[in-house]
């Protein structure tokens, strides 16, 4: 039985330019990495129940751990895809938090 993790990975727009220039973002599901780019939902499938889920940024040319990382656990139905969206605060050192994507609504 499994699902889907789909996370997107945004910058801050104060500090965005500096992260989107100089770092690459990934989401990492119980402990393992997956590349992302930046604003792209990021794909991943897993195994239905209880997921942790993480998203940050290494700087380009290092491979030190993945930076600004606020691990969620996240519940992952069979055959269900779970969206969220990442971003980090004001400060380019702030961590990037999870929160479920919005859904338009109808009119």
Do not use: Q
Not at 6 to 15: C, G, S
Not at 58 to 73: E, F, I, K, Q
């Amino acid at each position: 039985m499994s699902g889907v993790v789909e996370v997107t990975v945004r910058a801050h727009w104060i500090n965005g330019w500096f992260l989107e220039s100089l770092a690459r973002p990934a989401v990492e599901i119980d402990g393992v990495e997956h590349p992302a780019v930046w604003g792209a939902p990021c794909r991943v499938e897993v195994e239905s129940g209880a997921r942790r889920v993480a998203a940050g940024a290494r700087y380009r040319g290092t491979s030190t751990r993945l930076l600004g990382r606020a691990p969620r656990l996240v519940a992952v139905g069979d055959g269900e895809t779970v969206r969220l969206h990442a971003r980090n605060g004001l400060l380019n050192s702030d961590p990037f938090k999870l929160a479920p994507e919005r859904t338009p609504k109808n009119p």
